[in-house]
Structure formats: C-alpha cells, structure tokens
C-alpha cells in the first residue's frame, strides 16, 4: 500500500500538483523506520494496524511495487537515494533471489527470505498471493530493470531483463488462444490457464521498453501481438477501458464486472500505454 502512496505524491511533484518534496520525504522516513530490512536488502510485507510485524511472510510482490514507486520518485525529484534504493531492490529480487528460483522471481518467502514453495500451494488463482512462478510478475521486474537502465545502465540490467521477459514469454504465450497464461510452475508447467488484463498490460510495457533499450524485431512483434489481441478480447469498445479482471483461456469472461476494488481498476493499461509511449516516441 505505501509503494502506491509514494508513487502518487511522486505524480503529484511531477504534475506540479504539489510544491516541494515533504510528502515524498515524510513517506521514505516512515518506510525508513518501519518497513525497510538493511541486512536483507528489502521491506518487509505487514504491520498491522496495531504496529505488530508480521514475521510469517516475506514476499516479492510488495518489493516489485516499491521498487516502481522508487523510481517514479527519483523522476520527479531526481534525489538519487530512490534510484539507488530501486538498484537494491532489482539486485536482491532479480539477481540473488532470483537464482535460487531457476533465474525466474518466485513470489513467497520465509522470513530469512528463503523460497517458500509450499505457501499457497494449494491456491494457484489467487489474486494477491498466487502459487507459483507469475508471468505477469516477470514482466513487471523486467520493466523495473529497463526504467532503472535508463537512467544507469548497467550491462546486467538489461540482460536480466530479457532474460525475465523472454523465458516467461516462451512458458506462457497460449499460441492456441492468444495472451499470457497468469501462471506457470517449478516445472515449468501451466499451474492456471485463465488470462488477466493486467498480466497483458503490464508485458506489452516491457516488450515496448525491451525495443527501446535492444532495437530488436522481436520485440516489436510481441508488442504488437499482445496489442492485436488485447484489442479483440479486452478492450471496451464502446466504453473505453478494458472490460474484465479475467477470463478463461479460450477468452471468455466470467461476469460482466468491469472493476473491482483492489483488484481491476485502470492503473496498469495506462501504465503500458505511458511506457509504450515513452518508448515509441
């Protein structure tokens, strides 16, 4: 929750909604104090309302959040404690942790951040916490990765970055159906087969940023593949936006929810289309 706090008074500096950057401090002290692990080079998930830590979990998801938000912040305030906190964050989830989950970012940790494979196991759809390797997650440490490049680029960087995209590309692609499957296995198989809007989203970002930082083809083509697709099966065409959270595999929707609170809003389609036209400009 706090990412997406520093994340909006970040746009609130950029937009010149807000005139110095005291908010944005206060946010980084507050996280400072409570949140932020030294020794493991990450935050920590929960405290509850009464200020008790909760030790049971540690998790990627919270981390791939903050590391956006940091980078958000560095852009507005060009303060580079926020881009350097963003490195952090991509070298302990993308580089350490990563290669002890086969060189993808598992979601779920013990509190001495080891894989924990079974948490959730039995629970591969859930929307906050889902078992398994996420595509959608690859994506977005990937988009990390080429959003810090820009602005530091490194050489591993940019490798590890097609490595996520692409090794979670070549799992996921349903070449049957089209899109991105939202979640794949240690065995590299399917664990579920439905499709997210976000996971479309967020992926067209990184494959649009990929060409940017690489030039190649592939890219490109990716781009446009998940586009043409997004625009047959998710886009509301009367509306505007996108029309569902999920659906089956064959692209069938489940309801006829547009939104939903904590789970469907349009924060990550227009976060691919600022990234897409960021890059193709």
Known sequence: GYAFILA????????????????????????????????????????????VVDNSYRGQNSNMHMC???IATYEAT?????????????????QKLAAKGGGFVWEHYTVDFEIDWEYNKNDPTNIYRPWGFQPGHQSEWSKNLL????????????QRAKELFDGAWDLSW?????????????????????KYFWVQGESMATAALLYQATKEAKYV???????????????????????QFKMTRDNKPYNDE???AGGK?????????IEALRAFD
């Not at 946010?27 to 692990?37: D, P, S, V």
């Not at 493991?40 to 509850?48: C, E, G, H, Q, V």
Request: charged share 25%.
């Open 8 to 51: 909006a008074h970040a746009s609130a500096r950029l937009a010149g909604v807000s005139g110095d950057n005291s908010d944005i401090d206060r946010i980084w002290n507050m996280l400072e104090q409570k949140f932020w692990l030294p020794e493991k080079r990450a935050y920590l998930d929960t405290i509850s309302a009464e200020g």
């Open 221 to 243: 083509e990716r781009y446009v593949h998940l586009w043409q697709y997004a625009w047959d099966h998710w886009v509301d065409h009367q509306h505007g936006g996108w029309l």
């Open 68 to 70: 956006e938000a940091m």
């Open 78 to 94: 060009k303060n580079k404690r926020y881009l350097d906190r963003a490195e952090v964050l991509a070298e302990t989830f993308c």
């Open 174 to 194: 349903d070449a049957e159906h089209g899109g991105l499957i939202y979640g794949f296995g240690p065995d590299r198989k399917w664990c579920d087969s439905e």
């Open 147 to 158: 959003n810090i490049y820009r602005h530091n680029p490194q050489k591993w960087m940019l």
């Open 265 to 273: 809003c349009d924060y990550h389609t227009l976060v691919a289309c």
């Open 258 to 260: 547009k939104a939903i």
